[in-house]
Structure formats: C-alpha cells, structure tokens
C-alpha cells in the first residue's frame, strides 16, 4: 500500500494525479502547510526536510517530485507511463528536473523569500522577478521540452502531471499562458482527464 502525504493545492497535486491516473491502490495523508502540520515532529519523521510531497511504500518513504514520479510509474507498468527507450526515458526526466529545479524553485521566490534571504527588501526584489523568470521557464518548456500534445508527443508519460503545475504557478505570478500555445493547449487537454479532475476536487481547486 502506498500513502501520499499532500497538502492541498501544493506540488504533490502532480504525484496525487498520476497515482489516479495509473489506477493505484493508495491512501492520502493531508498535511496542511498553512497550519505548520509538515513542520510538526511526527511529519519531519516522514520527511526531515518538511515538504510534501513524500510517498511511503512498501520499502519506505520517497521524497523529490520526479523521484516518487517515477517510482508509480516504474511500480505500475500495465498503465504505460513510462517511456519506452532510454533517451525518451531520459528526456522525459529532463523536463522532471527542469520542473523540479527551475521552474518551482523560481515560483518559491514569490512566497519563500525567506529561504534566501532576511530583509523585507529583498523579498520583494525576489517577487519582483518572479513573472519574467517564469516566461523564461515558459519559453524553455514550450519550445524545447513539450512535444505536444502531451510532453513526450502522442502518449501521457508521467511527466505530465507534473507538467500540469507549470500554468498554475504562471496564474499565480500573473503570467498568461495563452501565450505560450502548446502549454495552454497540454493544460487544457490536462483537464479533460478524469484524474486529473478527481484530484482537483479533493485539493478543492
Ligand atoms: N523539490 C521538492 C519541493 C517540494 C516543496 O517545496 N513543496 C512545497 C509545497 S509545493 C512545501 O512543502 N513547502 C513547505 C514549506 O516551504 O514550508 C519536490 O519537488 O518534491
């Protein structure tokens, strides 16, 4: 049995959709960050660096967005999520790892200042950056990593539920996605899934 711990609304949207895409026998465990719950001693048990997502399995806990990807995909393979030879397995975790390191990393500027710097300026010369560093990731992802209609062309691999945060952070930093066409139209076609919409509802987005 495997347990995803989440927070409603974070990044562990992109591993709760997969385990419902890929028809996992799983159970949630919500921890809401708003009320400090991953910060909590019985979390950091879990996850010591007090983030979600993490996935315990069989074998023990799994933190890294792309990590616990692959992980469902690699433990679900009649559901054909994986890419099928290794350089489509090694693009597909190029796009996880630009999601993982760049992109997220550039939309916690917004509201996690704080992990880089003290002062309010700071913060707000962070903010500040925000939209255009996000463009950027948009433009990357877009014209380099996204074969459309789904990331790895006529086939949903896992990377895309993951791919599916990346016009969510753009909303949020007031970057509008219609101008980036293959991402809007992957996002759309994102919400076409039953999944995926399983999932929305109960993070109640
Ligand atoms: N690199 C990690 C990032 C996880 C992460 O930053 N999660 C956010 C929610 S989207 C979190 O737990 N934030 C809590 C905090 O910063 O206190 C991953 O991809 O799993």
């Known amino acids: 049995m495997l347990t995803l711990y989440y ?29 400090g719950a991953n910060t909590e001693p019985a979390y950091l048990e879990i996850n010591p660096k007090a983030r979600v997502p993490a996935l315990m399995t069989p074998n023990g806990v799994i933190t890294e967005n792309p990590a616990i990807l692959t992980y469902i995909a690699a433990t679900h393979q009649q559901a054909h999520v994986l890419p099928d030879t290794p350089f489509e397995r090694a693009e597909a975790d190029a796009l996880c790892a630009y999601l993982c390191a760049t992109a997220h990393v550039a939309f916690a500027h917004m509201q996690r200042g704080a992990r880089w710097a003290d002062s309010a300026e700071a913060h707000e010369a962070m903010k500040a950056k925000v939209a255009s560093n996000l463009r950027d990731c948009a433009d990357v992802v877009e014209h380099h990593h996204l074969k459309g209609p789904w990331a790895m062309g006529d086939r949903y691999t896992f990377c895309d539920a993951y791919l599916f945060l990346m016009p969510r952070w753009m909303e949020k930093a007031g970057v509008d996605v219609s ?19 399983a999932v929305m509802a109960v993070h109640g987005i």
């Open 179 to 197: 101008d980036y066409p293959k991402l809007a139209a992957h996002h759309d076609a994102m919400l076409h899934r039953p999944a995926t919409l």
């Open 7 to 35: 927070a409603k609304g974070s990044s562990a949207l992109a591993p709760h959709i997969l385990l419902e895409e890929v028809g996992a026998e799983y159970a949630v465990h919500e921890v809401p960050i708003a009320k």
